[in-house]
């Protein structure tokens, strides 16, 4: 369908997702469910290894929630449909890295989504910022996870002013791990996903589910989780071809080749 929000590309082992809805990216309720059921094709495919999501044009990456589309009746509570506002932030059991290329202004709910990410990578001109604050609502995503990500006092002042961050001081506070040149920002995107995808992906899948799980949990319990096979990834990588490959290839100094099973 051409006239989709939600434009993807495969490429490889690479998908691209683009959130194309004029004029400035913001996320409606269909948009959501659409996401969702596009992260979630991305979860189950097993030829697909890394994400790459960004917005459309120059200027937005996505500025979260549809505040017309709430004017003519979308409920803030309504159907966001699998995976939650924006398809990501909840989808369960998503293994696989997501690289996001904020190509502009990302904001409120459109931030919030960007912090589900992986590894973020941003434009020389983005911005950055939590706005909520002035509509009488709260951040409520990006209250839990900001203040995880970077230094509190940052993580509260933008929560509690709605004040901008350019992309210099974002990455120097740690919320985004790469500045390109616009021009350069796909192609950058690009290049990540591509190391990543030439990796082992049943070794991403493990990383993915353990540092997911044991962000709320003590070192040794998430230890003990590891070591009495209670991670599902984990062991699946331990009882697999590719580990023995990964061994295989090392003693005969050749590169391995990951079959993800």
């Known amino acids: ?152 006092h940052i993580a509260m002042e933008m929560l509690l002013t709605g004040r901008w961050v350019d992309a210099a001081e974002a990455a120097r506070w740690g919320m985004i791990n790469h500045v390109v040149p616009a021009a350069d920002l796909m192609d950058e995107a690009r290049k990540m996903a591509a190391l990543i995808a030439s990796g082992p992906p049943l070794v991403y899948a493990a990383i993915k589910e353990v540092v997911r799980e044991a962000e709320d949990m003590k070192f040794q319990d998430a230890l003990n989780r590891i070591t009495k096979s209670q991670f599902q990834t984990v062991e699946k990588l331990y009882r697999s071809e590719d580990q023995l490959e990964g061994a295989r290839a090392f003693a005969e100094k050749r590169d391995p080749v990951w079959k993800g099973k």
Request: net charge negative; glycine share 12%; aromatic share 6%.
């Open 1 to 152: 369908m051409t006239d989709t929000p939600i434009k993807t590309k495969r490429d490889g082992h690479v998908l691209e997702v683009t959130l194309d809805r004029p004029k400035a990216n913001a996320i409606d309720l269909a948009t959501s469910r659409i996401m969702g059921e596009v992260f979630a094709d991305f979860r189950d495919d097993p030829d697909l290894r890394v994400a790459i999501v960004t917005g459309a044009g120059e200027k937005f990456f996505c500025p979260g929630w549809d505040l017309k589309a709430a004017a003519d009746g979308d409920a803030v509570d309504g159907d966001y449909g699998r995976g939650g506002f924006g398809g990501l932030q909840e989808l369960p059991h998503l293994n696989k890295p997501v690289i996001m290329a904020i190509n502009g202004i990302c904001c409120g709910g459109g931030l919030e989504l960007a912090l589900s990410g992986d590894i973020l990578m941003a434009a020389d001109h983005a911005t950055f910022a939590l706005p909520e604050i002035r509509s009488g609502t709260v951040a409520d995503a990006a209250s839990i996870k900001l203040p995880k990500r970077i230094p509190y």
